[in-house]
C-alpha cells in the first residue's frame, strides 16, 4: 500500500506504507493520519483562513523524534513543515500533503533562577514561559498574546512589552539546540556555531528545527502596572498626539500601544459603547506603581475615557489580557511596517482609514518599541531593523462564514499602502500573510539578507526547511 504525499521536488510521491509503519515504530511519540484521533485537533490553526492538510502529522514526543524525522523526510525526499504554536498568520507550521512535525506536545520550561536562565522546549506558549519564570519574579521579552507559541515567536526576532528595555526577543536568547538538514543536532551560541546562531536570531524556521531555547531572564513583576484606556474616537487626533509626546520620553519601564477600531463588546466597556468607533492606549509599566502613576498621569489627563482599567496587575495576567481579542479559528489578514518616528503625515495618514470604516474588528496597532534595540549594530543577529521605533499592524479579523472576509482584506491592503510610504523600509517577517511575495522577506531582512542566503547554503543546500518565510540557499 501507499500514500500519496507532497515531494521536495515538486508534485506527488507515493511513500511506501510499510516504510511509514517502520518510522512510526521508532518514535517516543506517534504518526496521525488524516482519519485518526487527534488529526484534526494538530491541524487546527490559529488562523482559520489556512486549510492546508499534511497526509502525516508526527506529534514528536522527544529531541530524538525531531532527528527522525527530519532524517525520514530527507531520505524519502517530501516535504516537510515544523509546527511549534500553530499561530503563524500564513500558517506555515502546515505542510499541505507533505509531512508536519508537530512539537506541540514538548512543552517543559526549566528556570534556573541562580544563572538567570530559562531552557524551553519548542512547544511552549509564551503563557508556559511566562508562567515558569514569574515563578521566580523574572521574565524574558515576549509577545502580547498568551497562546502564541515562543518558537515561532523567537526565530522571527519577537517583541513585546519589555522590548524597551530588553530588545528584541533574540537579544535574550543565549544558546539554541538545533537539528540541521543533515540530522546533525548542534548547540548555537555567540561563542559556537556563531553563523548557525546569528541565523537563528531572526531567520525563521530556514535553518533546521530547534529543540531548545535558552534565554536570559530579568527581574520583573510580578507586579506591573498595565491595562487598556479607551475614549470615543472623536478624541482620537489628542489621543494620539499624547501618545507620541509621552512615547517619546518615557522611560523604557513604559510601552505604549496606540489603537483605533470599533469598539468590541467587551465586558470593560460601557454597553453604550459597542460597536462604535474609539482610540484606546494599551500600556505596561515594569517600574515601581508610584514611578507608573507618573508616568501615565499626561495619558490620564487627557480625562472622560470611557473606561480606564490600567492598575497594578499581575505581569502574566496582562500578557494574557488581549487573548480574547484574537480568538483561534477566526480569519485574519495582517500587514506590518516598522517606522522610525510618527510625523504629522503619518498620523494624518492613520486616521484617515477610519473615515466610515463599519467593520466590526478591523484595526491599527501602533506598537512602541523603541529603546533597547535601537542600541545595538544592524547585523547583531538576523533580526535586523534596529532602527524602528514603531511597529504599526493594520489587522482586519472576519467570522469564517462572514461575507465581508475580502472587504475587510482589502481594507487592510488600502490602509497598507496609505501608510507603506512611512516606513524605515523594514517589516515584521512574523506578521507576513501568505500572499507577500518573497521580496518582502528580503525587506523583512534588508542588508542581513545575503548573509543570511550564505548561511542557508552552508546548513541546507537542499533546501529541505522551505515551509517558513523562505531564504533560498
Ligand atoms: C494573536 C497573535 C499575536 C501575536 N503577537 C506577537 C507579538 O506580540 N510579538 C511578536 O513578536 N510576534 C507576535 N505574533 C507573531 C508570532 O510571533 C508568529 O505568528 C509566530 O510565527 C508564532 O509562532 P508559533 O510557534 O506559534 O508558530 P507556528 O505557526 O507553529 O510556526 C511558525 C513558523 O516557525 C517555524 N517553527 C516553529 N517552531 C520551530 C522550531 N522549533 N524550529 C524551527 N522552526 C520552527 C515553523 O516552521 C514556521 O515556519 C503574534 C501572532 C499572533 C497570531
Known amino acids: ?199 537563528l536570531r531572526g531567520g525563521g524556521g530556514n535553518f533546521g528545527v530547534v529543540t531548545e531555547f535558552t534565554y536570559r531572564l530579568h527581574e520583573v513583576g510580578p507586579q506591573v502596572t498595565g491595562g487598556v484606556i479607551a475614549w470615543p474616537a472623536e478624541r482620537a487626533p489628542e489621543v494620539l498626539e499624547a501618545f507620541r509626546a509621552v512615547s517619546a520620553t518615557a522611560p523604557r519601564e513604559l510601552t505604549l500601544v496606540a489603537l483605533r477600531r470599533n469598539a468590541p463588546p467587551a465586558p470593560w466597556l460601557p454597553e453604550s459603547a459597542h460597536g462604535k468607533p474609539m482610540v484606546a492606549i494599551v500600556a505596561c509599566h515594569s517600574g515601581s506603581a508610584e514611578q507608573a502613576e507618573a508616568d501615565l498621569a499626561p495619558i490620564r489627563a487627557l480625562g472622560d475615557p470611557l473606561a480606564d482599567i490600567i492598575q497594578v496587575r499581575e505581569y502574566v495576567q496582562l500578557q494574557s489580557m488581549l487573548d480574547a481579542t484574537q480568538p483561534k479559528g477566526m480569519h485574519f489578514y495582517w500587514k506590518s511596517e516598522f517606522v522610525s518616528e510618527l510625523s504629522d503625515d503619518l498620523l494624518d495618514a492613520y486616521h484617515a482609514q477610519f473615515d466610515g470604516l463599519e467593520a466590526p474588528a478591523n484595526q491599527i496597532v501602533l506598537f512602541q518599541i523603541a529603546g533597547a534595540l535601537n542600541e545595538r549594530a544592524e547585523d547583531d543577529g538576523a533580526v535586523g531593523n534596529r532602527d524602528a521605533a514603531y511597529a504599526c499592524v493594520m489587522q482586519a479579523m472576519s467570522a469564517p462564514d462572514s461575507p465581508a472576509r475580502d472587504a475587510n482584506r482589502a481594507w487592510v491592503r488600502a490602509a497598507w499602502e496609505a501608510l507603506k510610504p512611512f516606513s524605515t523600509g523594514g517589516n515584521y517577517v512574523n506578521f507576513q500573510t501568505d500572499d507577500e511575495p518573497t521580496e518582502r522577506t528580503a525587506e523583512s531582512y534588508r542588508r542581513n539578507m545575503a548573509r543570511l542566503r550564505s548561511i542557508k547554503a552552508r546548513y541546507d543546500p537542499e533546501n529541505l526547511f522551505r515551509v517558513n518565510r523562505n531564504i533560498r540557499p
Not at 521536495?8 to 506504507?17: E, K, N, Q, S, Y
Not at 514538548?106 to 514561559?129: I, K, S
Not at 515567536?153 to 526577543?169: C, D, K, Q
Open 1 to 199: 500500500m501507499t500514500l500519496a504525499i507532497t515531494a521536495l521536488a515538486g508534485g506527488t510521491r507515493d511513500l511506501d506504507r510499510a516504510e511509514l509503519d517502520a518510522f512510526a515504530s521508532t518514535l517516543d511519540g506517534s504518526v496521525l493520519l488524516p482519519d485518526d484521533d487527534g488529526y484534526a485537533n494538530a491541524i487546527a490553526l490559529w488562523n482559520g483562513m489556512i486549510t492546508k492538510r499534511p497526509a502525516v502529522v508526527v506529534a514528536a514526543g522527544s529531541t530524538e523524534d525531531v532527528v527522525r524525522t527530519v532524517a525520514f523526510a530527507r531520505d524519502q525526499g517530501v516535504e516537510l513543515s515544523v509546527k511549534g504554536g500553530g499561530h503563524n498568520i500564513a500558517g506555515l507550521a502546515l505542510s499541505d500533503g507533505g509531512v508536519t512535525l508537530d512539537l506541540s506536545g514538548l512543552r517543559e520550561v526549566a528556570v534556573d533562577p541562580e544563572a538567570r536562565l530559562a531552557r524551553v522546549a519548542p512547544g511552549c506558549t509564551l503563557g508556559d514561559v511566562d508562567r515558569a519564570t514569574q515563578a521566580h519574579g523574572m521574565a524574558t521579552t515576549l509577545g502580547f498574546v498568551s497562546a502564541t507559541g515562543t518558537a515561532g515567536l523567537t526565530l522571527g526576532g519577537g517583541f513585546g512589552y519589555l522590548s524597551r528595555r530588553f530588545g528584541w526577543t533574540v537579544d535574550d536568547l543565549e544558546e539554541a539546540v538545533v537539528v540541521t538538514a543533515d540530522g546533525q543536532l548542534h548547540r548555537a551560541s555567540r561563542t559556537e556555531n556563531e553563523d548557525l546562531f546569528w541565523a
